[in-house]
């Protein structure tokens, strides 16, 4: 197969430069995970995880969270038309709700769609960002067939200090952030506030006639504006209890050309925490936290009316987690999972609320050379009944640094209300899905560089998709994803290097006229590729982003053509507090579409300022 010949010639390229690279002595810091529902350092973890940091954040110039996961191991993104515009996610090939959203422990996925909002999502607010790859359904429960992203808002230590950051672009964009935070021994606190908005660009080239893009004519520009808040805190009561708390609230405003023309929307999130840890041995962990998802369709001025159409989603969680220290290199967790669903649409569903309650248990232990993960979890849906997932994970470390591993999981996702009732898509005899996966994986880690190589096979039976034929949610005997990704990090001369291939195949299995077809909007190949250098008070950088060609529909009638584009930044340390950023994405101008009919912005400009206090 063509394209995993390009990841192996990709590796063996690297081969030498990491072999010349090890000589360095600058070690890569170990990384703290979260893919076990515990603390695991990045090496030792056995499902394959990203980490982005806000270092990583801050230098990578993103304006939004899908512009700083374009091109990341195992992602194929799309947007209907620039900042702010509907966004789905597909990790690993899987459907976009098949990716559980985590912030700071709380599940924000829509329980109307089962997706998060990423446009809305502030990348201001945000700390650090883990990227876990294949299913977690056994520790998660649904919506986790695809991986689990989970996102942690800033966090405060050492003496209390202001930040701001100014800036704007092309499109009329503008936007800034503040914050002021800061801890001592016993406690922490934070407040951070975020605005963006944009002019930005003429979201669909669609024309009035039926069935083409979005069933309008409106060539002119569809602007989005966010305004975000949070909140966060923590004191240590005593020495072996410890309690924290966090809430985040968005308000997003966005115009596009087609049926409503305008939405109103509300994202907010508040979680806390309770810790005691009177030993080393034994930690118990109580979360609670609320998820609101809120939106307002407001129709064209011919309509003559304001809102359209509202659809209003709540989940409250809370969970308990025991973790049991057994001797040297053994941890059991048990814990318990609760949440609720409650719906609010103008839509007059049939069911709008239900409850999940669930058990999952783990292992995890260290022999030797060997590591061992297993876990199991059984959820209790009050609408679809009991769903037993499980997974089992080997690891075993070789010499030179290196690492292989193995891992099955199995998992499922219950469909969503929209799904089920939505008056115009909705099907309400649709099944939960379910899914197994296998991975295996190899890789090695260096003084200062690190480079992995996983390959995945994962089944979905009673997969639901949208099919642009009936305009109805249908539900495909079985999907078969097959796909591997490399990736490589490394300090070499002074730049930081970083690449990430990854190839993916996802298969209509179904006995129809669509078996064997390609799944819709999911490029098979996708890369990334960042260099960055520091020269004194000078750092420079440049990303290169790329997707092969996808279909756009069921029956791959609708193909849409492949594109790379090339961005590049600049920012100069005025002092050890101020920073001047400039930027200039897709520089030679590449038109190209995620979406049939959805324009994708052109050459774009930034410049802002940020002042940064060190601690």
């Not at 809102?307 to 969680?317: A, E, L, P, Q």
Request: with cysteine.
């Amino acid at each position: 197969m063509p394209q995993l010949r390009l990841i192996s010639l990709a590796i063996t390229l690297a081969l030498p430069v990491l072999a010349f690279a090890q000589d360095n002595t600058t070690e890569l810091d170990d990384v703290v995970v979260t893919g076990t529902r515990t603390a695991v350092s990045l090496e030792n973890s056995l499902v394959p995880v990203q980490v982005i940091d806000r270092a990583d954040i801050d230098r990578s110039q993103a304006n939004s969270l899908q512009d700083l996961l374009r091109g990341r191991a195992g992602v194929n993104l799309t947007n209907s038309g620039g900042l702010g515009k509907q966004t789905s996610l597909f990790l690993r090939g899987t459907n976009s709700s098949h990716t559980l959203i985590l912030i700071d422990g709380v599940r924000v996925n829509s329980a109307d769609f089962a997706a998060a909002a990423i446009p809305d999502l502030p990348l201001a607010q945000v700390d650090r960002i883990e990227i876990m790859r294949g299913p977690n359904s056994s520790l998660y429960g649904s919506e986790a067939i695809g991986g689990v992203i989970q996102i942690f808002t800033r966090r405060n230590e050492g003496a209390y200090t202001p930040y701001f950051q100014v800036g704007g672009g092309s499109n009329g964009l503008r936007q800034s952030s503040a914050g002021f935070g800061g801890g001592g021994e016993r406690g922490w606190f934070g407040v951070d506030a975020a605005y963006q908005r944009t002019d930005g660009i003429n979201a669909c080239r669609g024309s009035a006639t039926l069935f083409q893009g979005c069933y309008a004519d409106e060539p002119d520009r569809d602007g989005y504006r966010n305004a975000s808040l949070s909140l966060r805190g923590g004191y240590k009561l005593t020495d072996t209890l410890s309690w924290e708390a966090s809430a985040l609230r968005a308000e997003g405003a966005t115009n596009y050309d087609g049926y409503y023309n305008h939405t109103d929307s509300v994202q907010q999130v508040l979680s806390t925490k309770l810790r005691y840890a009177p030993s080393e041995t034994f930690a118990l962990t109580f979360n609670a936290g609320r998820s609101d998802n809120e939106a307002d369709n407001v129709g064209p001025p011919s309509f003559g009316m304001e809102v359209f159409g509202s659809n209003k989603t709540h989940r409250d969680t809370a969970s308990a987690q025991a973790d049991i220290g057994l001797g040297a290199g053994q941890l059991l967790s048990v814990g318990a999972d609760w949440y609720i669903d409650h719906m609010d649409s103008t839509s007059g569903y049939d069911v709008d609320s239900r409850r999940n309650v669930a058990g999952f248990v783990e292992y995890q232990g260290s022999f030797g050379a060997h590591r061992l993960q297993a876990s199991a979890r059984n959820d209790d849906n009050e609408q679809f009944g009991n769903h037993t997932t499980g997974s089992v994970g080997w690891g075993m470390d070789l010499s030179h640094g290196l690492k292989l591993s193995a891992t099955y999981g199995t998992g499922f996702k219950a469909p969503t209300f929209s799904d089920l009732y939505d008056p115009w898509s909705g099907t309400d005899t649709l099944e939960p899905e379910k899914s197994r996966s296998l991975n295996l994986g190899i890789a090695q880690y260096g003084r200062d560089w690190r480079w992995s190589f996983d390959a995945y096979d994962t089944r979905i039976e009673d997969l639901i998709t949208y099919s642009g034929e009936t305009f109805k949610m249908v539900q495909v005997d079985e999907a078969r994803i097959r796909g591997a990704e490399f990736t490589v990090d490394v300090t070499l001369a002074g730049w930081d290097l970083s690449a990430q291939l990854s190839h993916t195949d996802p298969r209509n299995r179904s006995n129809d006229a669509n078996e064997d077809k390609l799944l819709p909007r999911r490029a098979q190949n996708t890369g990334r590729f960042d260099i960055d250098r520091a020269f004194g008070d000078v750092r420079v950088g440049l990303s290169v982003n790329g997707a092969g060609y996808r279909y756009d529909n069921l029956a791959n009638t609708v193909r849409l053509s492949g594109f790379a584009t090339t961005d590049l930044r600049l920012e100069y340390a005025i002092n050890d507090s101020w920073t001047l950023q400039a930027k200039a994405d897709n520089v030679f101008d590449r038109h190209y579409e995620t979406v049939a009919w959805y324009n994708q912005p052109g050459r774009e400009y930034g410049l802002s300022v940020r002042y940064q206090p060190k601690r």
